[in-house]
C-alpha cells in the first residue's frame, strides 16, 4: 500500500514521526534537547523542515518556539535567510 500523501510530501518522511511533541518544546530540558538533536540529525528531510519554520514562523509577532530542521529558537534568529545549506 502506497504511503498517504500529505499536504507537505516531506512530512512523509521525517525522523520524529511519532516522538512526543515535548522532546521538540522541551525549552532548557537538557535530555529533550538531546534526544531531538540526535532525530534531526538523521533526518532525511532536515532542510525542507527548516525550509517551512522559517518561511511559517511569524517571530515578529511571537517568539520562535521549538527545534526544527535542528536548529533551536536563537539558532534560527541568528539565520540571514531561509536558504541557508544546513
Ligand atoms: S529536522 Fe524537523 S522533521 Fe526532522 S526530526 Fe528534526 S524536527 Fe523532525
Known sequence: MAKEETVEPWLNDIACSGADPEVFFGGKNMVAFTIAMSMCTRCPVRQECLDWAMTSEDHTARPR???????TPAQRDQLPDRTLPL
Do not use: Q, V
Open 65 to 71: 518556539h521549538g527545534i526544527f530542521g535542528g536548529l
